[in-house]
Antibody, heavy 121, light 113 residues
Framework: EVQLVESGGDLVQPAGSLRLSCAAS????????MTWVRQAPGKGLEWVSV????????YYADSVKGRFNISRDNSKNTLFLQMNSLRAEDTAVYYC??????????????WGQGTLVTVSS | DIVMTQSPDSLAVSLGERATINCKSS????????????LAWYQQKPGQPPKLLIY???TRESGVSDRFSGSGSGTDFTLTISSLQAGDVAVYYC?????????FGPGTKVDIK
């Protein structure tokens, strides 16, 4: 059974940093692209970032480019999102999601339960 | 960026009746090299993460009820729930994964009439 468990969400002050993790199990992690999607309270889904199976390709939404960094450790079946220079508008539940293939250009067939990031003073 | 729009914003359908949700992209998401539409549909129930229903615009995800079907090509797409059940109450999102940044529609809330 595919399982994705996010962690690392917290209350952080504006301009602060946070690192989210997503522990994956139940599939061959190193052969699938992985994605972060966020959802602000009461709002819709916003795509944040995607990383290819090897980690060689990464892409970002304009709203986080230059501030967030996606990475993965295939030896530990873990996905990361390093978030710097956080703003109030980054407040959201952050979901990690498994792609349907190696390529970044795929849909997401399994999702974690999400971790809440709150940016506030 | 590709802008995704959905209509209606919300709809209420009687149990057993058909529900239809439309999704439109600001540019084509049909990739000529593989003739695939890079369009997915997700269902999100309150307090839960999204669930993949349909990918490549019309391919049903494994385990998804055959009451859910997707159609369309290019810029215009439709998600149909053939016979609405109580468990289908949710917000439905379309998403394009053709061009970075991948973008979601604003969502359509489906309720029981």
């Amino acid at each position: 059974e595919v399982q994705l468990v996010e962690s690392g969400g917290d209350l952080v002050q504006p301009a602060g940093s946070l690192r989210l993790s997503c522990a994956a199990s139940g599939f061959t992690f190193s052969t699938y692209a992985m994605t972060w999607v966020r959802q602000a309270p009461g709002k819709g889904l916003e795509w944040v970032s995607v990383i290819s199976d090897s980690g060689g390709s990464t892409y970002y939404a304009d709203s986080v480019k230059g501030r967030f960094n996606i990475s993965r450790d295939n030896s530990k079946n873990t996905l990361f999102l390093q978030m710097n220079s956080l703003r109030a508008e980054d407040t959201a539940v952050y979901y990690c999601a498994k792609g349907t293939g190696r390529s970044c250009f795929s849909s997401s067939d399994h999702w974690g339960q999400g971790t809440l990031v709150t940016v506030s003073s | 960026d590709i802008v995704m729009t959905q209509s209606p914003d919300s709809l209420a359908v009687s149990l057993g009746e058909r529900a239809t949700i439309n999704c439109k992209s600001s540019q084509s998401v049909l990739y000529s090299s593989d003739n695939k539409n890079y369009l997915a549909w997700y269902q999100q129930k309150p307090g839960q993460p999204p669930k993949l229903l349909i990918y490549w615009a019309s391919t049903r995800e494994s385990g998804v009820s055959d009451r859910f079907s997707g159609s369309g090509s290019g810029t215009d797409f439709t998600l149909t729930i053939s016979s609405l059940q109580a468990g289908d109450v949710a917000v439905y999102y379309c998403q394009q994964y053709y061009l970075i940044p991948f973008t979601f529609g604003p969502g359509t809330k489906v309720d029981i009439k």
